[in-house]
């Protein structure tokens, strides 16, 4: 089946820096990407639609200028978090659509732990 | 997209079959069930799908009621590693278009030794 690669898996960082997560389609392409957050013990939430080519769509109580998300190719969205606080950890996932396929499943990356100090 | 209701939490033996209800009773005609699943730390798998017809695949089966307010996902024979949140997902799926998907709380499965 298709596959989402995510990178890193884990990142530790200090407060007030940025971190970049990386999502990409390694046998497809995908137009659209999506982004969750879960916290422990809680559901994915949407937190972004990432349309290649064009800007994210951000759910409502994202701040599209703390999670930057850029979509350049049909195989790599990435979602930056910037000036990560420690209330930012989480773990982050992405899914992405295949654009040649019928659309009815959309696969996950395996997720990033954000640990912020 | 219709809402699901799961059970919070279940118990299956090794070895057993493992049948996760999920109600979604204001589902549409047009609306599919997806069910994924996730272990823990890691991201969401794609088990089946079905729109009215019950569906069999290497992962597992999913019967859907004749009026299709609810379903049951089937695992055959759980194993250890089928250990973790199961989600049932209505959505509405318009051919062409990319769609994301709302999770719920989902069920989580605990399989015993």
């Known amino acids: 089946g298709a596959v989402v690669s995510q990178h890193p898996s884990w990142v530790i960082c200090k407060s007030g820096t940025s971190v970049k997560i990386e999502c990409r389609s390694l046998?497809?392409?995908?137009?659209?990407m999506f982004w969750y957050r879960q916290f422990p013990k809680q559901s994915l939430m949407l937190m972004a639609t990432?349309?290649?080519?064009?800007?994210?769509?951000?759910e409502q109580g994202v701040e599209k200028d703390k999670f930057l998300i850029n979509h350049a190719s049909l195989t790599l969205s990435t979602l930056t978090v910037t000036s990560a606080h420690p209330e930012d950890s989480s773990f982050y996932i992405c899914?992405?659509?295949?654009?040649?396929?019928?659309?009815?499943?959309?696969?996950f990356g395996s997720g990033t732990q954000l640990s912020v100090l | 997209d219709a809402k699901t209701t799961q059970p919070t939490s279940m118990d299956c033996a090794e070895g057993r079959a493992a049948n996760l209800p999920c109600n979604h009773s204001?589902?549409?005609?047009?609306?599919?069930v997806y069910w994924y699943r996730q272990i823990h730390s890691q991201g969401p798998q794609y088990i089946i799908h079905?729109?009215?017809n019950n569906e069999t695949n290497e992962m597992a089966s999913l019967i859907i009621t004749e009026d299709r307010k609810s379903s049951t996902l089937i695992l055959p024979h759980a194993t250890l590693r089928d250990t973790a949140v199961y989600y049932c997902?209505?959505?509405?799926?318009?051919?062409?278009?990319?769609?994301?998907?709302?999770f719920g709380s989902g069920t989580q499965l605990t399989v015993l030794p």
């Open positions: 079905g729109l009215k």
């Open positions: 997902i209505a959505v509405l799926l318009p051919s062409g278009s990319a769609r994301q998907l709302t």
């Open positions: 899914s992405a659509r295949d654009a040649g396929g019928s659309g009815e499943k959309l696969f």
């Open positions: 990432s349309n290649e080519g064009s800007k994210a769509t951000y």
């Open positions: 204001t589902i549409s005609g047009n609306e599919y």
């Open positions: 046998d497809f392409q995908a137009t659209t």
